[in-house]
Structure formats: structure tokens, C-alpha cells
């Protein structure tokens, strides 16, 4: 036994967006026993499959085309509005666990598209959240996961800048401030999740305090790629796991403190076996 002394971080684990989305989903899988979800519910495949054997159905945009009067729940990443379309025409009921703040940047992008402004996301190609987005410009804004990437463009004058909820704040800001650097005037919208962003800094102390970190995260997850890397900068002696069976007792020495931490999509309760598993090293 190595005595190992494990803690775990108090802030990580789902946030609010997610928390209501699950939420809801296991309200309705006990009141009617399953439930269609338009993509996976969570990045975190652990989670997913425990929402599955409760009798979860997750779908895709195929299926939801030939899906006929049943009950489909969007996830809190939100959606574009062909969506909601697909719905109507075939007499779908939506279960709409869009966050707040996604739905809010939602209508602000919207909004600016309306106004004709030239809008350029930072964001990850692809990504649920981003696909909702780009809808509200009929696809027409330009998404940009760095700086290199939206500097090949041909850039307008005048550029309207948002963001997907979950990035780097600072990236954000230092994007800006590069491009007014340029010579281009930058009508920035900060519309980065506070409840994420500041997960950076919280991550940045914790990480300090302890000999090892066990980040643990779903391999999909954007926000957890983006958090590990802030806990791997701050001690080098970090280490990313998606599942328990990850584990490698190798890692650890006799006596080392050990933090665990995760990202927004990721279950306390996983991370509760996570802290079980080390103490039995």
C-alpha cells in the first residue's frame, strides 16, 4: 500500500447547463421508461452509458429525419434552428435542455446576423454548440479554432467576434487584441461561460497543492482537453483519464498527495471511483 492521500476538487464536475439536462433526462426515463436524445447527452462516454441502460436513445440527425411522434430531448450544447424544423414536420415533441447562456448567445449571434455584421466564431469545428450557432447565420459565418486559422481568411474591416461558451478567455482576448494590433476594428462579444472560464484559475491553485493530478474527462470533451492542459502547465506531474481502468499504480509513490479533478462533463461520481481506486494502491 502506498498511503496515498487523495482529495477531490469540490469545484469540478458537471456544470449547471449539464446538471439540468441530465436531470431531465432521468426524469422522463422513470416517468415513461426511455427517451430519444439528439447526440450524446454529455461528452463523457461513462455517463452516457449509465443514462443507456436507463433507457437512453441516442440519435442522429438521420434518424431524427425519419423519427415520427416521439419525444426527443436536446441536449443543453443547443441547436440550429433546422432542427426544430425537423421537428414540426414530423410531429416531434422537444424536450429543450438548451443552457441559458447557449441559448442567450444563440439570439445575440442571431441578432448581429440580422444586423448584416461579418461574424467570425472561435470555436471547434464541428462541435454540437458551434453547429448551433453557425444556423443562426444559415451557415454563413466563418468559425476559427486560432488565430493562424482566421488570419488565411480574407478579413473584412469591420468584424464581429464571438465565441463558443466553453473557450479560454484569455485566448479570446489575446485574438482580439491581435487583430485591433492589425489595424482591424473588432466588435468583440464576450460570451465565454463564467462558470467555465473560472474553472481555469480554480484549476491553477488546486493544481498546485498536491504532488500528483488525475484529470479525469471524457475523450471527446473540448472543455476538458482545454482543462487538462491548464492542470499539466501548472504541475507537470498530471495525468488524464477517461475511465478507473485507466489507472497505472506506477505513477505514484509512497505517501504522495493526489488531486482529482475533471472537466464540466465530467460525473462526480465517477471521480468518487477514481479516489476509491488510488486508495487501494
Known amino acids: 500500500m502506498r498511503q496515498l492521500q487523495v482529495h477531490i476538487d469540490s469545484s469540478s464536475g458537471f456544470c449547471f447547463g449539464v446538471i439540468y439536462a441530465i436531470q431531465m433526462a432521468e426524469d422522463l426515463l422513470e416517468e415513461q421508461g426511455y427517451l430519444y436524445c439528439l447526440g450524446d447527452i454529455v461528452h463523457n462516454d461513462v455517463e ?24 426527443v430531448l436536446i441536449r443543453a450544447h443547443g441547436e440550429p434552428p433546422s432542427t426544430y424544423q ?3 414536420e414530423n410531429n416531434l415533441t422537444l424536450v429543450d435542455a438548451s443552457c441559458p ?3 442567450k448567445l444563440q439570439n445575440r449571434i442571431k441578432t448581429s446576423f440580422d444586423k448584416k455584421d461579418q461574424i467570425f466564431i472561435y470555436g471547434k469545428h464541428g462541435h454540437a454548440e458551434v453547429l448551433g450557432l453557425l444556423g443562426q ?8 479554432e486560432n488565430l493562424d486559422e482566421l488570419l488565411r481568411h480574407e478579413l473584412p474591416q469591420n468584424i464581429t467576434l464571438y465565441s463558443q461558451t466553453t473557450k479560454s478567455t484569455d485566448s479570446f482576448y489575446r485574438i482580439k487584441n491581435e487583430l485591433e494590433t492589425r489595424g482591424y476594428s473588432v466588435a468583440a462579444n464576450d460570451t465565454i461561460c463564467r462558470q467555465v472560464s473560472n474553472r481555469d484559475k480554480e484549476l491553477r491553485r488546486f493544481a498546485q497543492r498536491f504532488d500528483k493530478i488525475v484529470f479525469v474527462s471524457g475523450t471527446k470533451s473540448s ?4 482543462l487538462y492542459q491548464v492542470c499539466k502547465d501548472t ?6 483519464v477517461s475511465m478507473v481502468e485507466e489507472l497505472n499504480p506506477e505513477w505514484f509513490e ?5 488531486g482529482i479533478c475533471g472537466a464540466t462533463s465530467t460525473p462526480m461520481w465517477l471521480m468518487e ?9
Do not use: H, W
Not at 235 to 240: L, R, S, V
Open 48 to 71: 452516457v452509458e449509465r443514462l443507456q441502460k436507463k433507457g437512453l436513445r441516442i440519435i442522429n440527425y438521420e434518424a431524427l429525419s425519419t423519427l415520427r411522434d416521439e419525444c
Open 254 to 258: 509512497a505517501g504522495n498527495t493526489i
Open 137 to 144: 447565420t444559415n451557415n454563413e459565418a466563418v468559425v476559427f
Open 86 to 88: 425537423i421537428a414540426m
Open 273 to 281: 471511483e477514481v479516489r476509491d481506486a488510488l486508495l487501494t494502491f
Open 235 to 240: 504541475n507537470p506531474n498530471t495525468y488524464f
Open 101 to 103: 447562456v447557449v441559448l
Open 223 to 226: 472543455n476538458g482537453r482545454v
